[in-house]
């Protein structure tokens, strides 16, 4: 989970004036370190405000040494829940057996106090003919005392009831009518009903549903397999078919799965309607594991669904292919029939031309998709409000590759506007992202931004960061900080989104991510190695317009900075090259090669109606300056450049006027604006329009202000705190304290820790 | 790996087929759980098995091939 999102959680704990109680049940369970270390983290942050009771077989990976040693930690052991004499004389009389105090205690030390057994003990003597005969036997006994026990009290039991109980002990829970279904017996309520009144084996949960006591269950399975040898996987079969008719899918798919019985199990889970839960996060881990066991001989259409869903959901659609083609050939025989599993197989295709670039087929597969939805059984859809989602976000994605920019977005607003819940949560926040991607490409960097971001704080709310979509918002958001020369953090985004997502698992991502890594090595000056990003390939069916045009951008500029203006225009003029940022570019490079004729016929060229945001026209509009300027028609220029600054003031794009070289700034320094007296017009109209000044790169060795975070670190710093631990006391992430640390230091001139807070000290800092 | 495991008390031959891949044998009171572990989960696994049986754990140990 992400660490943000813990340290809210721990920050609103803590703030609470009575303490939140959670009790965690069954904590042996968690076997990852990592879910014990967050647990940990949020113990420590929430200070008071949060108490947690643990109930384990197994010693927590927590640092109770230190809970133990700061008095915060209450363990009830062994030693504790073991039963003392009188408290065993207790449960005894309440079997009905008063013992004298010495065949107690022998008791006691012969179970060691430990509550089942003594459970168990009392059960067996009350149902032998002489109790304290039997207790006497049963002290002097060698036997494991659970196998002794229970092979007695079974022993006891009427031979309807031993056997209703070996059957069900192959499940977690039970009702009547299932334990008749496996018992083949009618009388199954009454039967436990009688068990739960003698408080033995049988647990009632509450309704009509009973549960065996775990350490009972483990060991009539034993004896399930000792005296009924073959039965178990039949009992697993018969338990699937009942819980998949009565809508209990996710125990139906465990038990099919026991059984052995993959078609069976793979036609419910396709027959529900299920199979978008391999692409929805909180179940997909379950499915695959599950499914992971289905031998490679078994057939059917729905078994080659599951497989290519499989597939598809680790990223990998090659292998997903063959799966897919032989489902779709033996559906395609079966004619009108097995509407949900047809739906399926339209849905995994979807994906499938998604993943690999295919926009023609994602089209084909969603129109399928639209027809058999008209089959479908009244309220299946309902119940599975992922799979259209799904549907309309694989189909604005392939649409988004193929550049048809309308059509996705209608597709993706449709997504993102699907039923909310956390079945959709993913599919519907990937749509935002990709949503995102389309102002960003369009030039809307600021509405960019917020798309993103408010992508990603629907996927924190479901605790899903490091999904699909995630990867693509951070993208965006990094290549929005380039055009805003925040290099920096474009580049801590763009490295939390690779480690997130080594490999991009789409085109639309993968080409995103070239994007904003070429933008951001030309922006440092890095071109050899831009023009290489650029070129990288986006294995995929059908090309991507504005993938390549972006590639063509890239070394355009690449071969304008490195002095090639005429190779530059060539670039750019491609026809391929349709995009207005593509004819912004060449008129640039014209520009540089010293034809601005050119370079305005270009840009008047260019249709006014399209949608292009500040971070094309404010390009042409400096474009346009630099033209003037070149002229000598100063006073344009400065127009011209003002109003380029308002435009890029609501966007704060700072990368623009950056990549347009010295002339800006020597333009803005000489203005006599800046005279005493006047005011200067873009600091005030920037004002005025509410946005932040634009304000133009000065690298002056002037000192900068350290921000109220900066100052935060360095206080900590100056408490001999370790970044990490400053991270965890600020809710941060260790690379934003890094970030923080490395401007700070850069801010005081320092390169040392030991330094910047002496420096910071003698300037009042701190 | 080979393992042994010392279990306290005499466990019968239906108990024992919780463990089918181990051999058993039975002395004065203990039992002696023992064969082929095929790596550290399995290890963990034998444990928790004998945890949920209820069955009190001796001893522990690795044998030589």
Same mark, same amino acid.
């Given at each position: ?5 813990? !340290? ?40 008071? @405000? ?18 133990r040693a700061e008095g915060t930690l209450t363990e009830v052991r062994d030693a504790e829940l073991a039963f003392t004499d009188e408290e065993a004389a207790t449960l005894l009389a309440r079997h009905g057996l008063r013992l004298p105090? +010495? ?9 060691? *106090? ?18 304290? /005969? ?9 036997? /494991? &005392? ?8 079974? @022993?006891?039991?009427? #031979? ?14 039970? =009702? ?35 549960? %065996? ?88 259409? $729905? ?17 997903? @292919? ?22 399926? =197989? ?25 027809? &058999? ?5 009244? !309220? %299946? ?31 993706? =607003? ?15 926040? $990937? ?19 917020? *798309? ?10 479901? *605790? ?8 693509? *918002? ?40 070239? &994007? ?13 190695? #831009? ?31 490195? !002095? ?47 949608? /292009? ?21 100063? +006073? ?53 329009? !509410?946005?932040?000044? =634009? ?11 350290? /921000? ?39 801010? %005081? ?16 800092? %701190? | 790996?080979?393992y042994e495991i010392r279990v306290d008390g005499d466990m019968s031959e239906t108990l024992a087929k919780a463990f089918p891949e181990l051999e058993h044998v039975r002395m004065s009171g203990q039992t002696v759980l023992f064969g ?30």
């Amino acid at each position: 989970m992400d660490h943000t999102l813990l !340290g809210r959680l721990a920050a609103e704990l803590s703030g609470r004036e009575r303490p939140a109680i959670v009790v965690l049940d069954e904590f042996d369970r968690v076997t990852a370190p990592e879910i014990a270390d967050q647990l940990a983290f949020v113990l420590h942050h929430a200070g008071r @405000g949060l108490r947690t009771v643990l109930v384990t077989r197994t010693e927590p990976v927590l640092p109770l040494h230190r809970y133990r040693a700061e008095g915060t930690l209450t363990e009830v052991r062994d030693a504790e829940l073991a039963f003392t004499d009188e408290e065993a004389a207790t449960l005894l009389a309440r079997h009905g057996l008063r013992l004298p105090g +010495g065949a107690v205690g022998a008791l006691v030390a012969r179970t060691r *106090g430990w509550a089942a057994g003594l459970r168990l003990c009392a059960l067996a003597a009350q149902q032998s003919g002489d109790p304290e /005969t039997y207790l006497k036997e049963f002290e002097a006994g060698h036997s /494991t &005392i659970a196998d002794f026990l229970l092979t007695e009290v079974l @022993g006891r039991q009427p #031979a309807r009831t031993r056997d209703l109980l070996l059957r069900v002990s192959v499940l977690d829970r039970f =009702c009547p009518d299932l334990a008749n279904e496996l018992s083949g017996r009618r009388d199954a309520g009454a039967i436990l009903a009688e068990l739960h009144r003698a408080n033995a084996f049988v647990e009632h949960l509450g309704r009509d549903w009973y549960g %065996l006591h775990p350490l009972f269950a483990d060991i009539l399975g034993a004896h399930l397999r000792a005296r009924l040898p073959g039965l178990e996987s039949e009992l697993h079969r018969r338990a699937a078919r009942w819980l998949r008719h009565s809508g209990l899918l996710p125990a139906a798919l465990a038990h099919g799965a026991a059984a052995g019985d993959w078609e069976f199990t793979a036609r419910a889970l396709v027959d529900d309607l299920a199979i978008g839960q391999f692409f929805t996060g909180l179940r997909s881990d379950d499915l695959g594991e599950l499914f992971s066991r289905m031998a490679p001989d078994v057939t059917g259409p $729905e078994a080659d669904l599951v497989r290519a869903a499989r597939e598809l959901s680790r990223g990998a659609p090659g292998r997903a @292919g063959p799966h897919l083609e032989r489902a779709r050939r033996a559906l395609d025989r079966e004619g009108r029939g097995r509407a949900a599993a047809r739906l399926s =197989c339209a849905l995994l295709d979807a994906l499938s031309a998604r993943l690999t670039g295919a926009p023609g087929r994602a089209e084909h597969a969603a129109a399928r998709a639209r027809e &058999i939805q008209q089959d479908i059984a009244p !309220g %299946l859809l309902d119940r599975h409000p992922e799979l259209t989602v799904l549907l309309q976000a694989h189909l604005g994605s392939a649409r988004l590759w193929a550049g048809r920019f309308d059509d996705s977005r209608s597709a993706l =607003c449709a997504a993102a506007a699907g039923s909310e819940g956390v079945q959709t949560a993913l599919p519907r926040e $990937e749509s935002l992202s990709q949503l995102a991607l389309i102002d960003y490409l369009n030039g809307w960097a600021g509405r960019a931004e917020r *798309g993103a971001l408010a992508a990603l704080a629907d996927a924190e709310r479901f *605790g899903l960061s490091e999904s699909w979509g995630s990867g693509l *918002g951070r993208l965006v958001l990094a290549a929005v900080a380039v055009e805003r020369d925040e290099l920096d953090k474009a580049q801590a985004l763009l490295e939390r989104a690779t480690a997130e997502q080594p490999v991009p698992p789409d085109p639309v991502t993968a080409a995103a991510r070239l &994007i904003a890594r070429a933008r951001l090595q030309l922006a440092r000056g890095r071109t050899r190695d #831009a023009v290489e990003t650029a070129e990288s390939i986006v294995p995929s069916v059908a090309a991507s317009p504005w993938a390549e045009d972006h590639t063509a951008l890239v070394i355009s500029a690449a071969h304008l900075a490195e !002095g090639r203006p005429e190779t530059a225009v060539k670039v750019v003029q491609h026809p391929a090259c349709h995009r207005a940022a593509c004819a912004v570019a060449a008129a640039r490079a014209h520009l540089a090669a010293g034809h601005p004729e050119a370079a305005l016929d270009l840009l008047d060229g260019l249709p006014a109606e399209e949608d /292009t945001g500040p971070a094309v026209t404010v390009r042409a509009m400096l474009v346009r300056a630099e033209a003037a300027d070149r002229t000598g028609d100063h +006073g344009t220029a400065r127009r011209l450049v003002d109003r380029a600054l308002l435009d890029a003031g609501h966007d704060r794009l700072k990368g623009p006027f950056v990549e347009s070289g010295p002339w800006v700034r020597r333009l803005l320094g000489t203005d006599p604006v800046h005279g005493p007296g006047q005011d200067p017009p873009s600091a005030h109209r920037a004002r005025a329009t !509410g946005a932040e000044p =634009c304000a133009l790169p000065a690298r002056t060795p002037i000192v900068e202000e350290l /921000t109220g975070r900066e100052r935060d670190v360095l206080r900590r710093l100056a408490q001999l705190m370790s970044t990490e631990e400053i991270a965890a006391d600020l809710f941060v992430s260790v690379n934003t304290v890094k970030t923080h640390l490395k401007n700070a230091y850069r801010k %005081l001139g320092v390169n040392r820790r030991g330094e910047a807070v002496r420096r910071a000290r003698e300037r009042g800092l %701190l | 790996m080979r393992y042994e495991i010392r279990v306290d008390g005499d466990m019968s031959e239906t108990l024992a087929k919780a463990f089918p891949e181990l051999e058993h044998v039975r002395m004065s009171g203990q039992t002696v759980l023992f064969g082929p572990v095929v790596d550290e989960a399995h290890l963990y696994g034998l444990l928790a098995r004998c945890q949920s049986l209820g069955l009190r754990v001796l001893e522990m140990r690795r044998v030589p091939e």
